[in-house]
């Protein structure tokens, strides 16, 4: 935490920073916690040899767990040494924030030794509070005084020589007033002061050598002050300065020549939040002793190769969030043995390579949020053997740093290191809404290619939209597939899956059939608003016409869908931008061309023809309502229409549910926007899905027709059925009856005597 955010932005900023600690002694407990870091960095990497390339050790046990396992939130090893020390502490202003929170203030006694103080203030010891009390002015104290807080007041000019008379004063609290005005002189006498906050005010510039008596001053803070400029003798007297804040002071530029000429022990400052446009090294050559510098969100452009050359003590550095567009191979060079973290994040750089980072062989931190790396290598971070944290625009990007203990970030909101489907519910999802969608559209077209149709053409439209919205099964089907195929180690496996012909195959099925899906159910809404709202006319395709359109609609789909696979220097890799292959959310680094190509089709094609939709159905709702009024004989109609109505409503908001979203996400990515990798997930895998799972149900098996059809199939199959079985009944008992006829034996009295060979009528 820097120490700016714990003091420069609150209203109890004196609270924390009145420590009575001496600054020596805080300087040398940074010192040994420096040592300590990197005792214990060379003691890791005398462990490390025992884990293999991608693994970190339990501690001090054998056991080794892959990157992923650790700093996940979850207890691995034994001992949980996987989730010790995963806060990314390098640098001194982590290591100082620290040191100041962890150390608690001496007990105060009640006693005031002040004679004079304001009766609205408080006093202990000689120390006066002053906070939210209404003061205009300067109060008059005793001359003891060593600690006076005026915050949040309407304190709007200090005149010379306001303090002149509190030569004791350590620490003085001028934040979070009105001041608009400060003399030349106004803190002459405050020989023994040590912290000054003037932040939270209204000073528009100041004079040179303002702070020329504060010999002994050791923290400046100027933070929110409108100060457009500074002249290099501003600081004239500051010989003790070691930390300075000027964040959000609206600061074009530094002083020339050299911005530390008259602060020689400048430790730490930070200049984030101003419109600096140039930084040299004529600037910050007599910097020496500056261990922090902090330049993050301000509009440098450039940086030259000697700009760090005399920072020899510089342990951490923030340029993020700049204008840099390029860095030489030797901008760091100078900083090889003293700097733990680098910043250099949200930057539009053109390039980065190897060379960038071979010098940093003590690096501890490297934040590389927001920036492209065109032909990121292994290479490219082997050098930084300490190196414990590392930020990356994309999970993918991990990798490449298989000896960095902890990655960030470690998921996309739809992929994550271990898995191409970051959680459970995604995982299950996919296989259950491709088995609904796949089984849902197929037993349609086997049920309208058995039932008799009313309108055969109608039928063959809603068979081909029943085709088309299977392709988006199979595509679920793939991705559910390939996710079980890279379980566990998907991030080995991420760019080589992204930039694959299978990625692009599924990318380019996912596109067909959304694509398709929707110019279809473009024209069936056309057709149905022709026959209900012009019922007479004779505007009907025919056969032929029909062919014609439904070809048309599957070669516009398949050109729409193959023509980012035509170029790749134009489009890029359209469909592999992440691990489901599906070109939805745009991003800053996405080319232009795929960019524009991509919006043209979500919120140009898409949505126009979601309106066309939304626009028929109501005018159809509109005329079966108004037919209803007018027809009193055809009132006993009215439920019908009543179901027709609700089939209207569900379809088109089957059609907003899906479409409403993806039309949300891409409007929010265009105007860049961050959009939770989480959205994303959800939209692909449940939203983007919902038409061609619904379309089956809403456009087939709740029409009375179909339903009348299925009735009449039923109760044919259940007649033959019957049938059958009397006939195999009947069968049966004609078989027994001859069967019994032909085993019948009558009794002997019963039987013909032959008289023949009997002896008695020989």
């Known amino acids: 935490m820097d120490l700016w955010h714990i003091n420069g932005r609150s209203s109890s900023a004196g609270t924390v920073l009145t420590l009575p600690m001496d600054l020596c002694i805080v300087v040398l407990l940074m010192h040994l916690m420096h040592a300590g870091t990197k005792a214990l960095a060379l003691g890791r990497e ?87 009390v209404g003061l205009q002015d300067v109060p008059q104290v005793s001359s003891n005084i060593t600690w006076l807080s005026l915050r949040s007041n309407t304190i709007r000019r ?18 979070n007033n009105s001041l608009q005005l400060i003399s030349k002189n106004a803190f002459s006498g405050l020989y023994n002061l040590k912290r000054l906050f003037l932040n939270e005010n209204l000073i528009p510039s100041l004079s040179p050598g303002v702070f020329k008596e504060l010999h002994q001053l050791e923290w400046l803070m100027l933070d929110h002050n409108p100060l457009n400029s500074l002249s290099p ?46 930084l040299n090294y004529s600037i910050l050559k007599t910097c020496s002793k500056l261990e922090v510098l902090l330049l993050m969100d301000n509009k440098i452009n450039s940086v030259p190769e000697n700009t760090f050359q005399s920072l020899w003590k510089l342990a951490e550095l923030n340029l993020s969030s700049n204008r840099i567009r390029e860095l030489s191979k030797n901008t760091f060079k100078n900083l090889s043995r003293s700097l733990l973290k680098l910043n250099i994040s949200h930057n539009p750089l053109l390039c980065i390579n190897s060379g960038h980072f071979n010098h940093l062989t003590h690096l501890q931190s490297l934040a590389l949020e927001g920036i492209e790396i065109q032909n990121i290598q292994t290479k490219m971070f082997l050098p930084m053997k300490n190196l414990s944290h590392i930020y990356f625009k994309t999970f993918q990007y991990c990798s490449y740093a298989p000896h960095v203990r902890s990655c960030k970030p470690n998921t996309d909101g739809i992929s994550s290191f271990e898995n191409l489907l970051a959680n459970m519910v995604l995982r299950v ?44 099964g199979v595509y679920l089907f793939f991705v559910g597939i390939f996710d079980v195929k890279f379980r566990g180690q998907y991030n080995r496996n991420a760019l080589i899956w992204m930039e694959s ?38 505007m009907r395709p025919g056969k032929l016409q029909t062919g014609v359109v439904l070809s048309s609609i599957w070669l516009t789909g398949f050109i729409i869908a193959a023509v980012p696979l035509m ?7 359209y469909y592999g931008r992440n691990g489901v292959c599906f070109p939805l959310h745009s991003e800053s680094q996405e080319k232009p061309t795929a960019k524009g190509y991509s919006t043209g089709i979500f919120l140009g094609l898409n949505l126009v023809a979601f309106l066309m939709i939304l626009c028929c159905y109501s005018s159809m709702f509109y005329s079966i309502y108004k037919t209803g009024i007018n027809a009193t004989d055809l009132r006993s109609r009215l439920h019908k229409d009543v179901a027709v109505a609700n089939r209207f409503f569900f379809i088109v908001f089957s059609d907003a549910l899906c479409w409403i979203p993806i039309f949300l996400v891409k409007v929010l990515s265009i105007l860049e926007v961050e959009i939770p990798g989480t959205i994303s997930s959800w939209v692909v895998i449940f939203i983007l899905p919902i038409n061609s799972a619904l379309n089956p149900i809403l456009y087939t098996l709740t029409t009375s027709f179909f339903r009348e059809q299925v009735e009449v199939l039923l109760c044919r199959w259940q007649r033959r059925h019957t049938l059958k079985k009397d006939r195999k009944s009947l069968t049966s008992s004609t078989i027994f009856m001859e069967t019994s ?3 019948y034996q009558p009794p002997a009295y019963l039987q013909p005597v032959s008289l023949t060979g009997d002896p008695r009528y020989a």
């Open 46 to 132: 005398d462990v490390d040899i025992l884990c293999p390339l991608g693994q970190f050790p339990c501690g001090n046990m054998s056991e080794c767990l892959p990157q992923a396992l650790h700093c996940n939130g979850h207890k691995d090893c034994p001992n949980s040494a996987d989730e010790q020390h995963c806060g990314d502490n390098a640098g001194w202003a982590d290591l100082f924030g620290q040191t100041v929170q962890n150390t608690s203030p001496v007990d105060y006694y009640p006693e005031c030794l002040l004679q004079e103080y304001p009766e609205s203030c408080e006093c202990t010891l000689t120390e006066v509070m002053c906070v939210r």
């Open 158 to 175: 200090l005149p010379d020589y306001v303090f002149s008379e509190y030569s004791e004063l350590e620490r003085l609290f001028l934040q």
């Open 233 to 278: 003798d501003t600081f004239l007297g500051l010989r003790s300065l070691v930390y300075l804040s000027m964040v959000d002071t609206s600061l074009k530029q530094l002083p020339h020549p050299s911005f530390c000429q008259h602060m020689p022990s400048l430790d730490w400052l930070d200049l984030e939040g101003n419109q600096i446009q140039t």
């Open 429 to 472: 999802s996919v296989w259950v809404i491709a088995f609904v969608t796949c089984f849902g559209n197929l037993l349609v077209i086997g049920m309208r290619s058995l039932i008799r149709a009313e309108n055969n053409l109608h039928a063959a439209c809603i068979k081909v939209l029943c085709c088309a919205d299977c392709l988006m």
């Open 501 to 538: 012909i299978e990625c692009r195959t599924i990318g380019f099925l996912a596109m067909l059939s959304s694509e398709v899906s929707v110019l279809l159910l473009t024209y069936l809404t056309l057709e149905k608003f022709l026959v209900i709202v012009f019922p007479f006319s004779n």
């Open 567 to 573: 170029n790749e220097e134009i489009f890029g890799n």
């Open 741 to 743: 006829r032909g085993s």
